[in-house]
């Protein structure tokens, strides 16, 4: 069964830094696209980055230069780190592969 856990959200100030964690099992971490999503208070959900099976990263126009993904198959675990936050930022966060996603973890970006 495919499981996908995230962590490492919760409050920060503006123009702080997080970083995400997704532990996953029950499938062959690289045998997949691995994302991230994102859904803020009364908005729909957004696309945030993608790492393909080949390494490839692509983000979304509110990710791109500020957040990072990678990934670590020896540990079965997607990763995004969060940097120079904006209070816009603030929504829960969801991975997704293999047709799975996660309970996701809060991100409040706030002074």
């Known amino acids: 069964e495919v499981h996908l856990v995230e962590s490492g959200g919760g409050l920060v100030q503006p123009g702080g830094s997080l970083r995400l964690s997704c532990a996953a099992s029950?499938?062959?971490?690289?045998?997949?696209?691995l994302s991230w999503f994102r859904q803020a208070p009364g908005k729909g959900l957004e696309w945030v980055s993608t790492i393909s099976r080949a390494g490839v990263t692509s983000y979304g126009d509110s990710a791109k230069g500020r957040f990072t993904i990678t990934g670590d198959i020896t540990k079965n675990t997607l990763y995004l780190q969060l940097s120079s936050l904006k209070p816009e930022d603030t929504a829960k966060y969801y991975c997704a592969s293999a047709g799975t996603r996660g309970q996701g973890t809060q991100v409040v970006v706030s002074s």
């Open positions: 029950g499938f062959t971490f690289n045998a997949f696209g």
